[in-house]
């Protein structure tokens, strides 16, 4: 089983050096475990905050241990009644080939079903990311049919799912994206009414001019990922009583300070902004899920992906995420 570890914790920018690679043996099964072969590791913007010592909601990646993350795979040995092998499921395995789980524990293991959903989108569209988009989407925006929602980071794992969830609304949807490539897919294959290449822009003013072309009536809610300019535009473009789900700060997640250009605007437009943890809103997941499995299953949602290969390339395509190398849900394929 060869698996990676966080080794040092990163002053500043995060880098490869952070990390240990180390080939171990899977120990037997005792009883009540499971042995999973992991197919795809997921690789999330969270994890970032996870290798810094600092408080936070979540409790920091301890040194020398393996870097925690989504997976999903296949059951290959099985001590526990409900697993056999061949059962594919999804867990938290962490940056390793295999895992032994402790099947009874709650939430440790979902089995899935890939007659409609290929395996691997139980780890974005179908998985967390998708959960998260449909939490801050429904649950805090919750916007009526012809409003306007925009969303940063637009042709991620979780800025595509919200276009997608809001497009099934009726809204009108307006993604900011990094550059021409992924605005034309939020465009084209997302079915975006508009998206804005925000690196076309030196500054919020600017950026903030080509949202008003894009949202003539104005933002009744959005979807916050990157934090810094992006948000400064869209807060100058927002309607009365708007609503903001802040999800994400990812253009802050490597220390960079993230000033707000006119705070002001929560007041004068009287908007509710509300910041959200998916994992603590555990009641939600089986709805999103359906309706997430849905929109995938029946095509109307296609999700992307860039999928590195072998766990030895899991630091580099992590690094690569937090740059927006990425296009699509970041994974890394083991099998
Ligand atoms: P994505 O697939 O969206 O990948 C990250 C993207 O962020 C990059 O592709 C890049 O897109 C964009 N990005 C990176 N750096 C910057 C920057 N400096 N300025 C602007 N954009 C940047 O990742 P996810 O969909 O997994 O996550 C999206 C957001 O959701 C993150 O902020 C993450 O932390 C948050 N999240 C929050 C959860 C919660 O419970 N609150 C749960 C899950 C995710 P581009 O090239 O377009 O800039």
């Given at each position: 089983?060869?698996?990676?570890?966080?080794?040092?914790?990163?002053?500043?920018?995060?880098?490869?050096?952070?990390?240990?690679?180390?080939?171990?043996?899977?120990?037997?099964?005792?009883?009540?475990?499971?042995?999973?072969?992991?197919?795809?590791?997921?690789?999330?913007?969270?994890?970032?905050?996870?290798?810094?010592?600092?408080?936070?909601?979540?409790?920091?990646?301890?040194?020398?241990?393996?870097?925690?993350?989504?997976?999903?795979?296949?059951?290959?040995?099985?001590?526990?009644?409900?697993?056999?092998?061949?059962?594919?499921?999804?867990?938290?395995?962490?940056?390793?080939?295999?895992?032994?789980?402790?099947?009874?524990?709650?939430?440790?293991?979902?089995?899935?079903?890939?007659?409609?959903?290929?395996?691997?989108?139980?780890?974005?569209?179908?998985?967390?990311?998708?959960?998260?988009?449909?939490?801050?989407?429904?649950?805090?925006?919750?916007?009526?049919?012809?409003?306007?929602?925009?969303?940063?980071?637009?042709?991620?794992?979780?800025?595509?799912?919200?276009?997608?969830?809001?497009?099934?609304?009726?809204?009108?949807?307006?993604?900011?994206?990094?550059?021409?490539?992924?605005?034309?897919?939020?465009?084209?294959?997302?079915?975006?009414?508009d998206c804005i290449d925000y690196r076309q822009h030196r500054d919020y003013p600017s950026l903030a001019k080509a949202l008003k072309q894009a949202c003539p009536h104005g933002i009744d809610g959005h979807f916050e990922n990157v934090g810094g300019m992006v948000l400064d535009a869209v807060m100058l473009r927002t309607n009365p009583f708007a609503r903001m789900?802040?999800?994400?700060?990812?253009?802050?997640?490597?220390?960079?300070?993230?000033?707000?250009?006119?705070?002001?605007?929560?007041?004068?437009?009287?908007?509710?902004?509300?910041?959200?943890?998916?994992?603590?809103?555990?009641?939600?997941?089986?709805?999103?899920?359906?309706?997430?499995?849905?929109?995938?299953?029946?095509?109307?949602?296609?999700?992307?992906?860039?999928?590195?290969?072998?766990?030895?390339?899991?630091?580099?395509?992590?690094?690569?995420?937090?740059?927006?190398?990425?296009?699509?849900?970041?994974?890394?394929?083991?099998?």
């Amino acid at each position: 089983n060869t698996r990676i570890l966080l080794d040092n914790r990163p002053r500043g920018e995060a880098s490869v050096s952070n990390f240990r690679i180390e080939t171990v043996e899977t120990p037997p099964l005792a009883e009540g475990q499971v042995l999973v072969r992991h197919h795809y590791l997921s690789l999330d913007p969270y994890m970032r905050g996870r290798m810094n010592d600092a408080k936070s909601y979540a409790e920091p990646q301890p040194l020398g241990e393996v870097m925690i993350g989504g997976t999903v795979g296949e059951v290959v040995e099985s001590r526990h009644p409900r697993y056999a092998p061949g059962d594919q499921v999804v867990g938290m395995g962490g940056w390793q080939q295999y895992s032994v789980v402790d099947a009874s524990q709650p939430g440790a293991l979902r089995k899935v079903d890939t007659t409609h959903v290929p395996l691997s989108h139980y780890l974005g569209a179908v998985g967390m990311p998708g959960v998260t988009a449909w939490y801050g989407l429904v649950k805090i925006i919750d916007p009526k049919p012809g409003q306007t929602v925009t969303v940063s980071a637009a042709s991620g794992a979780v800025g595509s799912a919200v276009g997608a969830l809001a497009k099934a609304r009726g809204c009108r949807v307006v993604g900011i994206a990094g550059g021409p490539d992924k605005c034309a897919y939020v465009k084209d294959e997302l079915g975006f009414d508009d998206c804005i290449d925000y690196r076309q822009h030196r500054d919020y003013p600017s950026l903030a001019k080509a949202l008003k072309q894009a949202c003539p009536h104005g933002i009744d809610g959005h979807f916050e990922n990157v934090g810094g300019m992006v948000l400064d535009a869209v807060m100058l473009r927002t309607n009365p009583f708007a609503r903001m789900a802040v999800c994400g700060m990812i253009a802050g997640y490597d220390g960079q300070p993230l000033p707000m250009a006119n705070p002001a605007l929560i007041l004068i437009n009287r908007l509710r902004v509300e910041g959200f943890i998916v994992s603590e809103h555990m009641e939600v997941w089986p709805e999103a899920l359906a309706e997430l499995a849905e929109l995938v299953g029946s095509g109307r949602f296609r999700p992307r992906e860039t999928v590195a290969h072998g766990i030895e390339s899991a630091p580099e395509a992590f690094l690569g995420l937090l740059k927006g190398r990425n296009f699509g849900k970041q994974l890394v394929k083991l099998v």
